[in-house]
């Protein structure tokens, strides 16, 4: 079955390290997104690509980095910049073909320590 | 500013008790409003896609209504499994790109 695929599901990182979470998807969607989730907030957009090689800051990007060399692959590096990493990081494509409608991955769920 | 704002934020039903969860919004250029189903530490499932006002969407016990400053997800006779956060996005034309705004959520739990 199609889907996205979010790893790994737990993830944690020390002080100044910086840590790639891997989303691949098997959609043959373009349009890819990273979104940053807390509790009490609602789903906070990082970056996106809406096709490889090119690639956009969203509302929060500051500590964040990704790339797009496959239209499968969008990696997601949380650097040392971000001072408050800790969250749930949901990996999204979507298709013309759903108005748009997300289909989203699993999640990493990322701590300090 | 697109803004999304949903509620209540949290709801407690008994098993068989109908009610509406509700998501107002301001937002220049509607594109589409979403409904999202997100069970505890997984990812958000997509439920429906409203595209103008007075379009309704069901689901099994769910069913999805639309007008032009907000939606409604009535959930007629809810089962313990329909227990989750239910999430709202709404989305605008932004600069080339279908960029969606969520809301927070409303977070349901269904007693039996």
């Known amino acids: 079955d199609g889907g996205i695929t979010q790893s790994p599901k737990y993830l944690f990182r020390k002080e100044g390290q910086n840590v790639t979470l891997s989303c691949e998807q098997n959609?043959?969607?373009?349009?890819m997104y990273w979104y940053r989730q807390d509790p009490g907030q609602g789903l906070r957009l990082i970056y996106y690509?809406?096709?490889?090689?090119?690639?956009q800051k969203g509302d929060i990007a500051e500590g964040y980095s990704v790339s797009r060399e496959k239209k499968e692959s969008f990696p997601l590096t949380v650097t040392s910049a971000q001072k408050n990493p800790t969250a749930f990081y949901l990996c999204?494509?979507?298709?013309?073909?759903?108005?748009?409608?997300?289909?989203f991955g699993s999640g990493t769920r990322l701590t300090v320590v | 500013e697109d803004q999304v704002t949903q509620s209540p934020e949290a709801l407690r039903l008994q098993e068989g008790e109908s009610s509406s969860l509700n998501c107002s919004y301001t937002?220049?250029?509607?594109?589409?409003l979403f409904w999202y189903r997100q069970d505890p530490g997984k990812g958000p499932e997509f439920l429906f896609t409203?595209?103008?006002a007075g379009e309704e969407k069901e689901k099994e016990r769910l069913k999805a209504t639309l007008t032009k400053k907000e939606s409604f997800l009535h959930i007629t006779a809810p089962k313990p499994e329909d227990s989750a956060t239910y999430l709202c996005?709404?989305?605008?034309?932004?600069?080339?790109?279908?960029?969606?705004?969520f809301g927070r959520g409303t977070s349901l739990i269904v007693h039996p």
């Open positions: 999204a494509s979507t298709h013309p073909d759903r108005g748009y409608g997300y289909t």
């Open positions: 959609l043959n969607h373009d349009a």
């Open positions: 690509s809406q096709i490889v090689n090119d690639f």
């Open positions: 937002v220049s250029g509607l594109r589409g």
């Open positions: 409203l595209y103008s």
């Open positions: 996005a709404v989305q605008a034309w932004a600069g080339g790109s279908y960029i969606p705004t």
